[in-house]
């Protein structure tokens, strides 16, 4: 079955980088393209960053120029690498993926469980 599977949260001071992992099976993954969203208490999941089967790659306003978005088709594996933190982005990270859909809207089919990212000032 589909099972994407985040690591790499945990907490940092501000200013601070992580590097989030999304590992992902039980399909053909250089046919699907993927996205990471968050969702901070009392908000609603927003989107960050996508890229494409074909690795294209956009991103949200808030996050363009701090955040990279990445793949490695060889090892079924997408990356979000995050640098400059800031309190704001205190959340938790969810990697999602879809077959047909790609952006930043909450379209995709498939997601994973998410894993904490606190910055502290």
């Known amino acids: 079955q589909v099972q994407l599977v985040e690591s790499g949260g945990g907490s940092v001071q501000s200013g601070g980088s992580l590097r989030l992992s999304c590992a992902a099976s039980?399909?053909?993954?250089?046919?699907?393209?993927f996205a990471w969203f968050r969702r901070a208490p009392g908000k609603e999941r927003e989107g960050l960053s996508c890229?494409?089967?074909?690795?294209?790659?956009n991103y949200a306003d808030y996050v363009k120029g701090r955040f990279t978005i990445s793949r490695d088709n060889a090892k079924n594996m997408v990356y979000l690498q995050m640098n400059s933190l800031k309190p704001d982005d205190t959340a938790v990270y969810y990697c999602?993926?879809?077959?047909?859909?790609w952006g930043l809207g909450r379209s995709y089919g498939y997601w994973g469980q998410g894993t904490q990212v606190t910055v502290s000032s």
């Open positions: 039980g399909f053909t993954f250089h046919r699907y393209g």
């Open positions: 999602a993926a879809d077959p047909i859909y």
């Open positions: 890229i494409s089967n074909s690795g294209g790659t």
